[in-house]
């Protein structure tokens, strides 16, 4: 089983929806980053979190550490959002980050 | 402008012939680490760098090598490339370790014929 797991793999929406992904962890861990992969393979990262929640535009990130538990909220979603949407998580001890498998949104107009 | 940058973007190469992927930062950050990226398996370390002269293995270091001579360089070594090392290759910066941003670079598609 992965460390990291994300769901749903795979979300196909109208322009306009709410937006969530989820990311699960099984370790206990010391940060938890979302990251933004584009269609033409670059990697930007959008929150960093230990805890509560973070907002930046139209997205917003939560977790919540005793249940293990993040999601990736994106409001009024819009075709460029379109993307792989990455979590990964900071292992406490272990120095490394360990990433969960990716959703690929994509947003239709 | 900071960024991390990747040599070179493309590369199609033969089993057994050597080749190195530059990577260099210039935010003076003391992490850093090469990834590779496959269908289905998400990220995977390959190695990481916590300063000059340090390096680690990561998850999947067989058949790589690494140096950090210069903070802002770390390049990736393949001494006999394989056809199972075609991959999306990411190098990564960071301040630190955790909870500090990740900087990625554009990324360097392999192919081992």
């Known amino acids: 089983k992965n460390e990291v797991e994300q769901s749903p793999q795979n979300l196909t929406a109208q322009e306009g929806e709410f937006i969530t992904i989820n990311c699960s962890y099984s370790?206990?861990?010391?940060?938890l980053h979302w990251l933004q992969q584009h269609p033409g393979g670059g990697i930007v990262s959008l929150f960093m979190l230990s805890s509560g929640k973070k907002k930046h535009g139209r997205l917003i990130a939560t977790i919540n550490i005793q249940e293990k538990h993040s999601s990736l909220h994106i409001t009024a979603s819009h075709p460029r959002d379109s993307a792989v949407y990455i979590c990964a998580v900071y292992i406490q001890g272990a120095q490394k980050l360990v990433f969960g498998q990716g959703t690929r949104l994509t947003i239709n107009p | 402008e900071a960024q991390v940058t990747q040599n070179p973007r493309y590369l199609i190469t033969v089993t057994g012939k050597k080749l190195t992927v530059t990577c260099s930062q210039n935010m003076n950050h003391e992490y850093m680490s090469w990834y590779r990226q496959d269908p289905g398996l998400g990220l995977r370390q390959i190695y990481y760098?916590?300063?000059?002269?340090?390096?680690d293995k990561g998850d999947v270091p067989e058949g790589y090598k690494v140096s950090r001579k210069e903070k802002r360089n770390f390049p990736l070594i393949l001494e006999s490339p394989s056809p199972n090392q075609t991959s999306l290759y990411f190098c990564?910066?960071?301040?630190?370790?955790?909870?500090?941003?990740?900087?990625f670079g554009p990324g360097t598609r392999l192919t081992v014929t």
């Open positions: 760098s916590m300063n000059v002269e340090v390096t």
């Open positions: 990564a910066s960071s301040l630190g370790q955790g909870f500090f941003e990740q900087y």
């Open positions: 370790v206990g861990i010391s940060a």
